[in-house]
């Protein structure tokens, strides 16, 4: 039985009640319907049940699941990314795009003020952007499958270390404390840095038997 304190891994695919494929964990089908992006890693993706942003109407249908049972389930949008809102659509001056060297485009993505949006037009030197979800005011089908539940403390530790790859890290937990050591020749950019906060942040607020986190780290020219 699925229970809130687990962590799973699930393959899943999300989509729009139209049919639009909006997410997946299957490479094979991101690449039918032209969704695949090679920066990505595809395969069951670690689902944590007590993390706040969790979309509500999922964690239900998770902790009512079967493991290794394929469940489809329709959320409505209010369990989901909400409904739209017009104040979350903004007029940009283009100048403030070509400041930070992009020339923006109908479609295209882009993070202002810390904030992912995409731009909607560009017109008369000012750029409409949409801060708004994409899947705001959308009901949405999740169909998935709970590849692997994970329950015990050192598991759930080894589970977050393999979510970030760029870590290389070699995980043990005894008496609450928890050790990562990482190898030397591991290099110390902006996604180590950045994974390496994500890790010990939901060691210690995921998983109540972790009181400390002991961090091992080599680095040589």
Do not use: C
């Amino acid at each position: 039985m699925i229970q809130e304190t687990d962590f799973l891994n699930v393959s899943f695919s999300v989509r729009e009640e139209g049919g639009r494929l909006a997410e997946t964990t299957d490479a094979e089908e991101a690449k039918k319907e032209n969704l695949f992006d090679e920066r990505k890693p595809y395969g069951p993706s670690l689902v944590i049940l007590k993390d706040a942003r969790l979309l509500k109407g999922f964690k239900e249908a998770l902790l009512k699941a079967e493991l290794n049972q394929k469940t489809e389930v329709k959320i409505p949008f209010a369990e989901a990314f909400g409904p739209r809102q017009e104040d979350l659509v903004r007029l940009v001056p283009l100048q403030k795009f070509r400041e930070q060297g992009m020339d923006p485009v109908p479609g295209m993505t882009v993070t202002m003020d810390d904030y992912p949006a995409r731009v909607q037009s560009v017109s008369g030197g000012r750029v409409r952007v949409d801060f708004n979800h994409e899947l705001a005011g959308k009901n949405i089908l999740y169909s998935f499958i709970i590849e692997k539940q994970v329950t015990t403390p050192e598991e759930k530790l080894e589970a977050l270390l393999h979510e970030f790859p760029v870590l290389k890290g070699n995980p043990s937990l005894q008496k609450g404390v928890a050790e990562v050591t990482v190898p030397s020749g591991v290099t110390p950019n902006a996604d180590y840095l950045s994974a390496k906060y994500a890790v010990v942040q939901k060691a210690l607020l995921y998983i109540p038997e972790i009181t400390k986190v002991v961090w091992k780290e080599e680095f040589t020219k």
